[in-house]
């Protein structure tokens, strides 16, 4: 009767095990516990621990070990085919072993430190694809009998499951460090530089004179500017021409890491500050020490991880997430938004006394519409480059399509003349020149009848709402400097913007 109830409690274990595998992933090691646990109670052990090979140094590890002496345990490490872990890690088999004492390969040493003496144990493998990646092992049977065939079999089918929820949280472990990939590049090598900075109009030129200078300091310096002006070419720039262009240049973006993890990623955290943290990280700071930090679209950097960043910038030093150890690094941190920092300020989401720390050396990259010596010239560079690549590439642009080039306002800059370009290619295919048509800018032909039939006040409210949301738009949604060219208070302005509920960047909703 009791057999046949242990037989269906380790049944319904395994079923329930197995969901929580397909569940509770990023959790490993509560996931690891609960498989340990089971083993115990079904088996009936006073102890378990679960063991991992270390790929560096080809040890195993404790990174679970439960019982009364767990916590003492887990300071040890073995080495391959040392002890019965060991031996088991070695030749991928499990071992029964009922009489620990008077087998040779036991290793007495860590229950002789610990105080806590191993009489039998059972020890299975974890695999990952027929490679042991770690070892299972429950020790002392609580009712003092022999461990048994049945034992055995049930201990090798957790071991399975824990080695699938191993792989599964480093499978997930991988993909957390390709979306790092993913979100910053480690740019060593100024050959890696997939874009060079062009240029023609004076405003530019004297633009990459300042920033040459400033490059050569250590103080922090804030890129500012619409979007698609070139801020980024311009934070490599002064990477590239620093003292420091032989370190690592690294480039984070603010907006394209949660909240919740940006203070882990750019200050990294110890073993333990949270659920996953299973080892110290180092963060993205302690990477680029020697070198640069790019930090894009600095304004949607969260307000605790804008204290930590004030506080290196002013001595220098951190603390890593749930570390009390003062980190030294030496890193030249490069910011940039195209946000209006002012108003990030006012509205309590920056800091006030980080906007000022930043904005030591401020650069601000003109608005391509104030710059049109450099439109022709980037039109003409961005059409050879696509004659490198393709062959049925016009020649050059009509007059007419210049005329357009120059008189647009380039509410995308840079960017959306190099994609004004690439469309104008695409879509005259065999003709030898670029015509407005090709270019397909908007806001061209459009006819003006949205006055039609409305009295004088709604007329003016709607004028008065397209008014502002280009000027807004033309600014790249900064509200100084629209409320500059509409020659009004920003107050004013943002009072307008509420009431005639207008996308704060000036776009369309
Ligand atoms: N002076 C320039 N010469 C050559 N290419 C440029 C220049 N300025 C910008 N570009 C190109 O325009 C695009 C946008 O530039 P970049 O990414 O540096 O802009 P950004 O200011 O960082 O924009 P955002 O605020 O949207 O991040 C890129 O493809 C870049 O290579
Ligand atoms: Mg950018």
């Known amino acids: ?108 040493l860590i229950g002789e430190d610990t105080g806590y003496k191993t009489d039998m144990l059972i020890a299975v493998p974890l695999r990952a694809k027929d490679e042991v990646i770690g070892v299972l092992e429950v020790i002392n049977k609580s009712d003092g009998n022999n461990f048994n065939n049945d034992d055995l079999r049930f201990l090798e089918v957790l071991a399975d499951q824990a080695s699938i929820a191993i792989q599964n949280a480093r499978d997930f472990g991988q993909l957390s460090s390709e979306l790092d990939r993913l979100r910053t590049r480690v740019v060593t090598d100024s050959a890696q530089r997939d874009q060079e900075l062009v240029w023609k109009s004076p405003k530019t030129e004297a633009l990459l004179t300042q920033a040459d200078r400033i490059a050569l300091s250590d103080s922090p310096v804030l890129i500012l500017g619409e979007s698609g002006t ?18 690592p240049f690294i480039k984070v973006n603010c907006a ?35 070198g640069s930090l790019f930090l894009d679209e600095i304004a949607e950097l969260s307000l605790s991880a804008q204290a930590k960043l004030l506080r290196v910038l002013q001595n220098g030093t951190y603390q890593r997430v749930g570390g009390e150890v003062d980190v030294t690094v030496d890193v030249r941190v490069i910011a940039a938004t195209n946000k ?38 980037l039109a003409h560079y961005f059409l050879d480059g696509f004659k490198l690549e393709r062959k049925d590439v016009p020649s050059d642009f009509s007059l007419e399509a210049l005329e357009v080039l120059l008189s647009y306002r380039w509410p995308g800059n840079v960017r959306e003349l190099q994609n004004a370009v690439e469309r104008a290619v695409i879509t005259c295919r065999g003709k030898k020149e670029i015509t407005p048509l090709d270019l397909a800018l908007p806001g061209k032909n459009r006819e003006n009848t949205e006055y039609k039939g409305k009295n004088l006040k709604d007329s003016v409210t709607l004028f008065k709402k397209s008014f502002v949301r280009e000027v807004l738009f033309a600014h790249g949604g900064n509200q100084t400097l629209a409320a500059n060219a509409l020659g009004i208070q920003r107050t004013y302005l943002s009072r307008m913007i509420k009431e005639l509920n207008i996308n704060h960047r000036g776009d369309e909703a």
């Not at 009767?1 to 395994?14: A, D, F, I, P, Q």
């Not at 750019?266 to 990477?287: H, I, N, P, Q």
């Open 256 to 290: 394209a890491i949660p909240a919740d993890l940006i203070e882990s990623e750019l200050f990294g955290y110890v073993k333990g500050a949270f659920t996953d943290a299973v080892r110290d990280k180092s963060g993205f700071f302690e990477r680029a020490g020697g």
């Open 340 to 377: 209006d920092l002012g108003i990030s300020v006012d509205s309590g989401t920056f800091r006030q006394d980080l906007y000022y720390r930043l904005a030591v050396l401020p650069i601000e990259v003109p608005p391509l519409r104030d710059r049109v010596e450099d439109i022709e010239f």
């Open 1 to 108: 009767m009791g057999e046949v109830s242990n037989e269906v409690r380790r049944l319904e274990t395994l079923i329930e095990i197995n969901s929580l595998i397909n569940s509770q992933y990023r959790d490993v090691r509560v996931l690891l516990s609960r498989i340990m646990e089971s083993a115990e109670r079904l088996i009936g052990t006073d102890a378990s621990s679960l063991l991992l090979v270390d790929s560096g140094t080809n040890q195993l590890y404790f990174e679970i070990a439960l019982g009364d002496k767990g916590e003492d345990v887990k300071k040890y490490t073995l080495e391959m085919g040392e002890g019965i872990a060991g031996w088991v890690a070695l030749n991928n088999r499990s071992l029964v072993v009922n009489d620990a004492g008077s087998d040779p390969r036991h290793c007495s």
């Open 230 to 247: 070139g801020k980024e070419l311009l934070a490599d720039r002064l990477h590239n021409y620093s003292n420091r262009a032989a370190g």
